[in-house]
Each structure stands twice: as C-alpha cells, then as structure tokens.
C-alpha cells in the first residue's frame, strides 16, 4: 500500500525554466510534508516542508504547494539550474507518529543546458 | 546539522552471510533510524534504534533478520542476518536532533548491498 506516490519516475527540464515535481497521498491523517533531495552515493539532505495549515510555502527558488482536498502536493524549483539535477523524494508524516516519515519512490530531475 | 558517517558505502555478500553497517553520528541525538530503499522502490523504515533497549521494528521487519544496537547517543548498528539475494538495497542510517522536528532528520550516505 503506496501512501505516498510520486508518479513520474523521472522529468527533464532546460535550465532557467521551471521543475515542476509532483506527489500524492492517500493517508488524510498525514498533515506534514517534507521534500528531500539525493545526489549519487549521498544521502537525501532535506530541502523544504509544509504543515497543512498552510497551502504554500516558500525558500529562495524552492516552492511548496498543498492541495489538501486533493491530496496533492508539489515542489516548484524557478529558475531551474544544473546542480538541481538529483532525485527528490516527497515524505509524509502523521500528526499521531511525528517521527516515522513515509517517502514516495523518488522523482529523478534532469536539468540540462 | 549533525553528520552521519556510515559504513561499509557498499557491499558483495554471499547467500547466507550476515553484514553488520555502522553508522556514527558526530553529535549526540536523540533518535536514530535505519532505512531501506529496494531498486526503484521508496525509503522504507525498518526500525528506531533506542539508546539501551530493544530496537522498534515497522510491520514487515523482524530483530532476528535485522538485529540493531545502539550503545550510546551517537553510535547504531544494522546487521543483515542470513542474506539473501531478496536483501539486495541500499540501507540508510538516519538520526533527529530534535525529537518530532522533522527537518532535522540528516542521512548517512548509504550502504549499497548486493547478495549473489
């Protein structure tokens, strides 16, 4: 049972432009969102969150939006640059069990010039 | 932000070893957390490693086939008991600074598995 989902394996974009990540969830009782980003042979490093009391939040060229009704959420990167090229990871966490996170499979963004 | 040293980064293990990962955090936390990620799956939690008792294991995820220490609050381990070509995966240590601050959950690079 997939709680976290993020459908699209892998997205290519040209630098400048914007990536557009999504990730969806099916848990209701999930009210905290992170975003984590991997290189190769690194560990996923943490990169932005969101509490569901919010629909947006923002750090420099990174963006968060929440679509609750949806379940949806979605990591905007603008402008894009090759560096963002990794794998991001969506994960979820549970009002009742702040501490066990549940990650989607990963989303590989290619960022070319 | 705390940082995570693990080791071995990768592995060759027969069919029926056991593999014991290390990881050691270079401040003291307050949780630690071992994670698998099979070939195009998501993390996966295995267990919480607690500081002087017994391990918390997720559904799915036995001590006997993954056997956990933590002796004190910067140092864990993960042993894979008994492999199997099945346990091939990349193994995560993770640990909180803060207990229930999600942002502070840092990484270990990651121990990349292959079972023949």
């Known amino acids: 049972d997939q709680q976290v989902k993020q459908n699209s394996p892998s997205l290519s974009v040209q630098e400048g432009r914007i990536s557009i990540l999504n990730c969806d969830y099916t848990n209701s009782m999930f009210d905290y969102f992170l975003w984590y980003k991997k290189y190769p042979a690194e560990g996923p490093t943490f990169l932005i969150s969101?509490?569901?009391?919010?629909d947006k939040n923002e750090d420099g060229r990174f963006t968060v939006f929440l679509n609750k009704s949806a379940k949806h959420l979605s990591l905007h990167i603008v402008p894009s640059q090759p560096g963002d090229s990794a794998v991001y990871f969506c994960?979820?966490?549970?009002?009742?069990?702040?501490?066990?996170?549940?990650f989607g499979t990963g989303t590989r963004l290619q960022v070319f010039p | 932000s705390a940082v995570i040293s693990q080791k071995p980064s990768r592995d060759i293990c027969q069919r029926g070893t056991s593999l014991t990962i290390q990881c050691q955090v270079d401040?003291?936390?307050?949780?630690m957390f071992w994670y698998r990620q099979q070939p195009g799956q998501s993390l996966t939690l295995i267990a919480t490693a607690n500081q002087g008792s017994e391990a918390t294991y997720e559904s799915g995820f036995v001590i006997d086939k993954f056997p956990i220490s933590r002796p004190n609050l910067t140092f864990s381990t993960l042993t894979v008991s008994n492999m199997s070509p099945e346990d091939s995966s990349i193994y995560l240590c993770s640990a909180h600074q803060d207990a229930g601050i999600n942002e502070k959950l840092f990484f270990g690079s990651g121990t990349q598995l292959s079972v023949l």
């Open positions: 969101i509490s569901s009391i919010k």
């Open positions: 401040s003291q936390v307050t949780m």
């Open positions: 994960a979820a966490s549970a009002y009742y069990n702040t501490d066990k996170l549940i």
